[in-house]
């Protein structure tokens, strides 16, 4: 049986045998990465529409079933995409190379919007597994199923949505304005090809022959409703007549060549100058308030935990899941001297890990030198990008005492009068998230 639970970004993990990804089972990181190359502009899209809104749609909930583990996480059987958003603006290195310069660019100042604030929890639907999501997810995906599944809205059903939220369309504004002047009918309004009558009231040359123009996204007569109309219905008629097709206003110089030839007893003359016109509407209930808040800037909020809660582990080690449970947990500002000597634990111990997994041989065991031959393996698998090794490369730099570093990291440990700070640490888990990503990749 199905049941609503909120559950941590961190928690959740991208389904790699989601039909998005062409290779299945490839692992966190490029199931990630494969659905931002195939989706591009359209993740940043989704990206900005998360952080304009500070989250993900709630009246369209994830559908997660568990994964079996220990961690209590949970795989993203509906709504991958919105995880890989969410990862996307957590850590947007994590798509270096998977797309458009222009598209990371855009993402990686999202990114700074997004960690002011971040998402702490996503309302989900938690399934057994994929057998009871399956109705849903082919529901949600195969079309409009004779009215069983999402039915989209036409062109004037997203006016008349528009319409009560902000600002209508100028084109519906128009066709309001006709009906109001009893002179189109209901019936008549649905015989009217919207979208070439809009292509053409979108057309300030045709406005102009017709005797409006837009003040602030409202449309305004420049001459008497009744001369307006009547040019109005001149276009009106043409359009549901057949006798101008959208083949004939495709392109800007059909379209003003359909300017051009509207006779002149229908051709308006302004009575009013340019500004001066009187609106006839298209504002809605909720176009004040959208731009109130729209004035109101969030309040920065830093994050209190050293490890982000989007940040997926597959941590495998008994112990080092343990300490990653306890940096999840301790407060940053409370637990100052704690965290740090954690994290440099958590670092050392993590790519201990890795070296016998990998049957690596460092020359010593000095912490910088183990990051080095880590990183340097992580690369050659193609499980990080040289831009991503940077700053684990500065980290170990010896020159790096005051930045980001393993000797910082080693003071904090062996020197009573270096004290951490919460920023610096904050700093440090940021620079190193893609190699502690890559060493515990699931």
Not at 31 to 42: M, T, V
Not at 91 to 113: G, H, T
Not at 119 to 126: A, G, T
Not at 269 to 294: D, E, F, M, N, Y
Request: with cysteine.
């Amino acid at each position: 049986m199905s049941e609503t639970l909120s559950i941590r970004p961190a928690d959740l993990l991208i389904d790699e045998q989601n039909p998005r990804i062409p290779l299945p089972n490839a692992g966190q990181h490029k199931a990630l990465q494969s659905l931002a190359n195939l989706q591009q502009s359209k993740l940043q899209k989704l990206a900005e529409h998360i952080v304009a809104n500070h989250g993900t749609n709630p009246a369209d909930l994830p559908i997660v079933m568990p994964f079996k583990d220990d961690l209590d996480r949970y795989v993203v059987l509906e709504g991958n995409r919105r995880l890989a958003a969410l990862r996307s603006l957590e850590n947007p290195e994590l798509l270096v190379n998977s797309v458009d310069p222009v598209v990371l660019k855009a993402i990686r100042r999202l990114s700074k919007l997004y960690l002011a604030s971040p998402i702490e929890q996503l309302m989900c639907l938690v399934v057994k597994n994929r057998e009871e999501a399956r109705p849903w997810i082919e529901l949600r995906h195969t079309g409009m199923n004779e009215g069983a599944g999402i039915v989209p809205w036409g062109t004037e059903e997203s006016g008349r949505f528009k319409s009560r939220t902000g600002v209508l369309p100028i084109a519906s504004q128009a066709l309001n304005f006709l009906e109001g002047q009893r002179s189109l009918t209901p019936e008549e309004r649905k015989k009217i090809p919207v979208t070439s009558f809009k292509r053409l009231i979108d057309t300030p040359e045709v406005r102009a022959k017709l005797g409006l123009e837009v003040q602030s996204g409202n449309l305004a007569l420049l001459a008497d409703a009744k001369t307006v109309s009547k040019a109005l219905l001149y276009v009106v008629n043409r359009l549901s007549s057949g006798k101008t097709k959208v083949t004939d206003i495709y392109t800007r110089t059909q379209r003003l060549d359909f300017a051009n030839k509207i006779p002149a007893d229908v051709a308006v003359t302004p009575k009013l100058g340019a500004g001066q016109g009187t609106t006839i509407g298209g504002v809605g209930k909720g176009a004040v308030h959208s731009k109130g808040r729209a004035g109101v800037a969030k309040s920065t909020k830093l994050r209190d935990r050293l490890v982000p809660r989007d940040c997926t582990l597959n941590v495998t080690d008994p112990r080092v899941r343990q300490i990653e449970g306890e940096l999840r947990r301790l407060s940053l500002s409370d637990y100052t001297n704690a965290v740090s000597i954690l994290f440099r634990v958590f670092i050392e111990l993590s790519a201990d890990c890795h070296i016998t997994k990998a049957s690596l041989s460092p020359k010593d065991e000095k912490l910088s030198t183990k990051l080095l031959v880590v990183t340097a393996d992580l690369i050659a698998k193609n499980k990080m990008t040289s831009a991503q090794a940077a700053p684990v490369r500065l980290q170990c730099h010896k020159d790096s005492f005051l930045a980001p570093s393993t000797a910082l990291m080693n003071e904090y440990v062996h020197n009573r009068f270096i004290i951490p700070a919460v920023g610096d640490l904050r700093t440090y888990w940021d620079n190193l998230q893609p190699f502690i990503s890559a060493v515990w990749a699931p």
